[in-house]
């Protein structure tokens, strides 16, 4: 089946512009993530949606960011005012609900990401 | 918060060699780990994960990591590499069961040599 896709694949943008990501999950996942890949870094976690549960916004490196997903399904990843250090692969996952409260972990699957280059 | 270290940065191997990555995290409490692989060009992967039960866990392409909880170390391991295995791999760890958000290392580059 279809599995989790990322548009656009590659951003280039200048400073100070703003820039959407959208990303469609796995058809029937619950569970949505947006994670930052920098260069020499490891992936970062920006943001968490679960069903209609309020999102963990915690990773979000600054109110610049912002992300919703509508309906349960599509999720769109803002970024305003953009700068250099935003410059990052941009991916999104998605998995299944827990069966089980407090059961195992979820397998998240990963899309392509979006390249976003600020200059 | 809770970390993953991935000791290992660029790791090069000829074919044939056995191959072990590094991964510890720090968080005291039950813990699910996973790796993941990114091979050029592609998107991560999942390699394998740890729930519970037997520390061995055997994944895709004959790929095992081994939970030693007293060592919080969770190690990749293959006995012998070949040239498609040159990837990317990221150790990551799910600490919260409430929150399913997962904690990467900064990931350790394979090369293989043919």
């Known amino acids: 089946g279809a599995g989790v896709s990322q548009s656009p694949s590659n951003k280039v943008t200048e400073k100070g512009k703003d820039v959407e990501l959208r990303c469609d999950p796995i058809s029937g996942h619950t569970a949505l993530y947006w994670y930052r890949q920098s260069l020499g870094q490891g992936l970062e976690f920006l943001i968490y949606f679960q069903g209609n549960s309020a999102p963990d916004k915690s990773g979000l490196p600054s109110d610049r960011f912002s992300a919703e997903r509508t309906g349960g399904s599509v999720s769109t990843l803002t970024i305003q005012r953009t700068q250099q250090e935003d410059s990052a692969v941009y991916l999104c996952?998605?998995?299944?609900?827990?069966?089980?409260?407090?059961?195992?972990?979820?397998?998240?699957?990963f899309g392509p990401g979006t390249r976003l280059t600020v200059l | 918060a809770q970390s993953v270290s991935q000791h290992n940065h660029h790791v090069i191997l000829s074919e044939a060699a056995s191959l072990e990555l590094g991964c510890n995290y720090s968080y005291g409490g039950t813990v699910n780990l996973f790796w993941y692989v990114q091979y050029p060009g592609q998107h991560l992967q999942l390699l394998l994960k740890y729930f519970s039960g037997d520390p061995l866990v055997k994944g895709i392409k004959g790929f095992e990591a081994e939970f030693i909880k007293s060592k919080f170390s969770f190690n990749l391991r293959k006995p012998s590499v070949q040239w498609s295995d040159t990837a990317e791999y990221f150790c990551a760890v799910n600490v919260n069961f409430g929150n399913e958000k997962l904690t990467f290392g900064t990931g350790t580059r394979l090369t293989i040599i043919p």
């Open positions: 996952a998605s998995s299944l609900t827990r069966t089980l409260a407090g059961g195992p972990s979820d397998t998240q699957y």
